[in-house]
């Protein structure tokens, strides 16, 4: 599901819909009736009977671009990097990228979190925890003007997008992750599924990258499973998949799972710091 607080600004734009031609009018009465769906679900009655469900199923054009860039990345062709190691490429392409985050980006994106980390929303209401970490959402408005963690969030929202092959208006904003000793986040999709609200505004989340700020000495591996892969993480080092197949279908074989942070036994407390950036299928209300 989406987390908590990325569209804050969809409400207040859905008063600003131009309806001035006879096409535009009907676009902006659409945008506007799944504003008013996404408004009614995030508030806890999202009327099936009168609004349907969102679909689960993205786009095409934009499914299909991060497929043919991932593989472009991974196999050859004009995309080709020779520093990207490609983890799996059945049922889905999955990449290691080093040295994909600078470490003054690093620095910046910690300075920009202070003050607004919070208890990480859960995947799913009312079950049984799925993650013990805490969240950081770096998006536009709660950043100083004219900061060093503007300019940082906005280059790793570049850079994913170029990586995805989409135009950076579908980037969320990113999302900093801490995980504390024993912290986890347990085997989830990034995909939404038909109850999540978000999927009104923004549609699908066809791709994730994974980036690694900073890591203990053990534990906190993400988990493929139906890969049989554990990736440990590496400072500066990033991972990348599609959520969706290149027609758009949700993937559940890209589900993944933080493990515990554990002690190395050197007495330092164990931490683990990580970057979520998702790319939707569509733009992104309320962003850069």
Request: aromatic fraction near 6%.
């Amino acid at each position: 599901g989406a987390e908590a607080g990325l569209f804050e600004a969809a409400a207040a734009a859905a008063a600003a819909s131009d309806a001035g031609s006879a096409e535009g009018g009907r676009s902006s009465a659409a945008e506007a009736w799944r504003r008013i769906a996404w408004a009614c679900a995030s508030a806890g009655c999202p009327r099936p009977a009168v609004f349907g469900e969102p679909s689960t199923m993205a786009a095409e054009a934009p499914s299909a671009a991060v497929w043919q860039s991932l593989h472009g990345l991974a196999t050859g062709g004009a995309r080709a990097d020779a520093s990207v190691t490609p983890l799996a490429l059945e049922p889905f392409p999955l990449l290691r990228l080093p040295r994909w985050l600078p470490q003054g980006e690093v620095a910046a994106l910690l300075e920009a979190a202070e003050g607004l980390w919070e208890p990480s929303p859960l995947a799913v209401r009312g079950a049984a925890p799925l993650r013990s970490s805490e969240s950081a959402v770096l998006a536009e408005g709660r950043l100083p003007a004219g900061g060093r963690g503007v300019e940082a969030a906005q280059a790793v929202r570049q850079r994913a997008a170029d990586l995805f092959g989409l135009p950076v208006s579908h980037m969320e904003p990113p999302q900093l992750v801490r995980y504390g000793p024993g912290a986890f986040y347990a085997p989830h999709v990034d995909w939404g599924s038909a109850d999540d609200p978000s999927l009104w505004l923004a549609g699908q989340r066809v791709a994730s990258a994974l980036a690694f700020l900073e890591c203990s000495d053990a534990g906190g591996a993400t988990h493929f499973p139906a890969l049989g892969l554990r990736v440990v993480p590496e400072p500066g080092a990033a991972l990348a998949w599609p959520n969706v197949d290149a027609r758009g279908t949700p993937l559940e074989a890209t589900e993944h799972e933080a493990e515990p942070v554990v002690a190395s036994g050197d007495g330092v407390p164990p931490r683990k710091v990580a970057l979520n950036l998702w790319a939707r299928d569509r733009p992104v209300p309320g962003t850069w």
